[in-house]
């Protein structure tokens, strides 16, 4: 099993749609949870940032941890053309030289 | 410069040859990673620089791969003997200092395939 699982996609759905990605864990130690954003053949960028669970909003942006479920989402509203990207997950225990990303999902906003 | 610099972005080479990605992180940037991302597939972990300490070696996947970091600056990833398995985008990173709960910093990445 791996230590984060993300569904590859592709998603696709029509601009001003809601946006939900979505990912799972298996190591109880994650305490630091991340989205990024990756374009095509450029490296990823950081989208949210959450330390253990709860919510976080940034503008179009809300990022939910649930550790007792061991899950974390990504939602998007108002979804725009330009939020067409790979979204990737990622997470890492406190201490932790490295993260551990999932596999990304790519996500097409249709106009 | 401004962002996290990699190169070159583009290198195809011949199967049993031996390879040097270049990473220039962001100035003042104590930490320096690398990652490999293989087509379809997740951000994998090679191996972490964090100012003068021993690097954190323990996400390169066997001997071919080494690389070394010039103080806190320049970083060089080395694959000798490439393999096929060995195509893949190499991402370096950098964040001001090492660590969970440090904003990290992605170059865009050396696209390596091997022919």
């Known amino acids: 099993q791996k230590e984060v699982e993300q569904d590859p996609g592709p998603l696709s759905v029509p601009e001003g749609a809601i946006v939900s990605l979505n990912c799972t864990y298996s190591?109880?130690?994650?305490?630091?949870f991340m989205w990024y954003r990756q374009y095509s053949r450029k490296g990823p960028e950081l989208l949210m940032y959450?330390?253990?669970?709860g919510n976080k909003e940034d503008g179009r942006f809300t990022a939910q941890v649930d550790k007792s479920s061991k899950y974390i989402s990504l939602f998007i509203r108002d979804s725009q053309p330009s939020d067409s990207a790979t979204y990737l997950c990622?997470?890492?225990?406190?201490?932790?030289?490295?993260?551990?990303f999932g596999t990304g999902t790519r996500l097409t906003v249709i106009p | 410069g401004a962002g996290v610099s990699q190169s070159p972005s583009n290198k195809v080479t011949e199967k049993g040859k031996d390879v040097e990605l270049r990473c220039d992180p962001i100035?003042?940037?104590?930490?320096l990673y690398w990652y490999r991302q293989r087509l379809g597939q997740g951000l994998e972990f090679l191996i972490y620089?964090?100012?003068?300490?021993?690097?954190?070696k323990s996400g390169l996947p066997s001997d071919r791969f080494s690389a070394e970091r010039t103080g806190e600056s320049v970083s060089t990833l080395t694959i000798q003997r490439t393999q096929q398995e060995d195509s893949a985008v190499y991402l370096c990173?950098?964040?001001?200092?090492?660590?969970?709960?440090?904003?990290?910093?992605f170059g865009e990445g050396s696209w390596l395939t091997v022919v």
């Open positions: 990173a950098s964040s001001l200092q090492g660590g969970s709960g440090n904003t990290i910093y």
């Open positions: 190591n109880s130690a994650f305490q630091y």
């Open positions: 959450t330390y253990s669970s």
């Open positions: 990622a997470m890492s225990e406190t201490g932790a030289n490295n993260l551990f």
């Open positions: 100035s003042g940037h104590t930490a």
């Open positions: 620089f964090q100012g003068n300490s021993a690097p954190d």
